[in-house]
């Protein structure tokens, strides 16, 4: 692949270039209305590797599954009836359903890390959806940033964090929602949150009724959660969460009326989907050496704001060797 066409517009011969790359077992990264996602052949063991070794992502960490309709959803995993309820009502959009696996499905053994269970999603971005349907398989695609880094929300940060280890990165412009699907476990019994994300919570069990959501703290040791790590999203400077103001020496990221001091401001009227999409491009630009961390203002903590304390919580929390 030459320089030149590294980083392209989503034309229709740059679309049918990009399924053919993932066709030969090439990785394209693509925007989503989440964050850009590092795609390759879910059902290929050769390319789903390749996003684990591109991403440095350990082998543990299961990878969320793409795929253009229902049908072809359920062609993999067995869905009951509050999975039907649930894509129904959120498919295409930021939810992500994990749901036994069908045996015999079309999928690497390596998506599901060992699970007996896929997360699936159909993305509510027309260039992730073109992308998906020409390739005609399903596309695995986490997050097209170095495991355990700030997700990327533009073509550039993709470019920044993975650089030469992908064959074509699709322009789509800024991430719309900005943050990660919300992931739910309905594998069992009791619905179970995994990651709270771009749909609220309570607008899931206005569908589905209670959600069992885990403890944050301990869910790091769950097997059923093997993605779930603690120190993640996490930017090259320090993060202090709940800040009223800065230090001196801190780059401060405020929000609403708290923002006395900002450097930047996720959401001057204090929008929480404005907040969200901001998040991760603004912990970015305040990741420079100058500042000696990134103070964060207060968020509240319903709808969307549970996805991002959660964000925030992660990329403050202490960092592994
Ligand atoms: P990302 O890498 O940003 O796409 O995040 C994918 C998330 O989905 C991670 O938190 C994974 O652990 C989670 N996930 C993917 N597949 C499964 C699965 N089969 N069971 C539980 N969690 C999963
Ligand atoms: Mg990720």
Redesign the pocket.
Known sequence: MTARHFISRPSRQVLRQAARLLGRGRLVAFPTETVYGLGADAASDRAVAAIYAAKR?PWH????VHVASIAAARRLARFDSRAERLARRFWPGPL?L?LRRRPGARLSRYI??G?G???LRIPANPVALALIRQSRCPVA???ANSSGRV?PTRAQHVRQSLGGRVSLIIDGGACAVGL?ST?I?LSGKAARL??PGGVPLEALSNVIGPIVVEDPDTDERRP?????LLSHYAPSRPVRTNAQEPRVGEAYLGFGGCSQGATLNLSTRADLEEAAANLFAMLRALDRPEFTAIAVAPIPRHGLGRAINDRLRRAAAPRRP
């Open positions: 992502r960490n299961p990878l969320i992500t994990v599901s890390a699970l269970t896929v997360a695609a986490p997050s997700s990660e992931v476990d995994l990651r059923a959660s093997p993605g779930r």
